[in-house]
């Protein structure tokens, strides 16, 4: 079983709409939860960080954190083609801040 | 401020060659850490430096692969006799201290072994 796991689509969402990505992790001490977007050919830029359970809104993101179901999620408002990159999620699984990685979700934004 | 940066951006090597790959953090930053990005996977971490010291290097897949870090800043990892497997994107990452959450990454050096 892998310790972050997400759904790698592609997810297609028309423009406008609301995306949905879902993360699940295995490590209950898992303290720290971020996605990172990155873009074909590029590395991945941090868009949200999340610590708390409940929700954490910045812009058009929303982070969603349930750690008792080992869930956090991430909502994409008025989704745009700019969206359309792979969205990772990362547990901070270690007190010295090693990252561990889902395999990403692409995001495909249509006009 | 500049961010993390890396060098070079692309190498190409033969089979068997020595590559050694350069991080420069953000400044300040005294946490490092390596990760590689192989076609179509996800991220592998590799090692983690606090200052000069590297408190995990469990990450490193051989003995052929090393790294260091020099005054606090500046990192090098070394593959020696690269192999095809080793062909991936190398990315580098920097965060304030040890326990700071957020870790920010540099372009990555895209390493093709012919």
């Known amino acids: 079983q892998k310790e972050v796991e997400q759904n790698s689509g592609p997810l297609s969402v028309p423009e406008g709409a609301i995306a949905s990505l879902n993360c699940t992790y295995s490590d209950r001490v898992s303290q720290s939860f971020f996605w990172y977007r990155q873009y074909s050919g590029k590395s991945p830029e941090l868009i949200m960080s999340i610590y708390s359970n409940g929700d954490k809104e910045d812009g058009r993101f929303t982070a969603q954190l349930n750690k008792a179901s080992q869930y956090v999620s991430l909502l994409i408002r008025d989704s745009q083609p700019s969206d359309s990159a792979t969205y990772l999620c990362a547990v901070k699984a270690d007190s010295w801040g090693k990252l561990q990685f889902g395999a990403g979700t692409q995001v495909v934004v249509t006009p | 401020g500049a961010g993390v940066s890396q060098s070079p951006s692309n190498k190409v090597t033969e089979k068997g060659k020595d590559v050694e790959l350069r991080c420069d953090p953000i400044s300040g930053h005294t946490a490092l850490y390596w990760y590689r990005q192989s076609l179509g996977q996800g991220l592998e971490f590799l090692i983690y430096f606090q200052g000069n010291s590297a408190p995990d290097k469990s990450g490193l897949p051989s003995d052929r692969f090393s790294a260091e870090r020099t005054g606090g800043s500046v990192s090098t990892l070394t593959i020696q006799r690269t192999q095809q497997e080793d062909s991936a994107v190398y990315l580098c990452?920097?965060?304030?201290?040890?326990?700071?959450?957020?870790?920010?990454f540099g372009p990555g050096t895209r390493l093709t072994v012919t």
């Open positions: 990452a920097s965060s304030p201290t040890r326990n700071s959450y957020e870790q920010y």
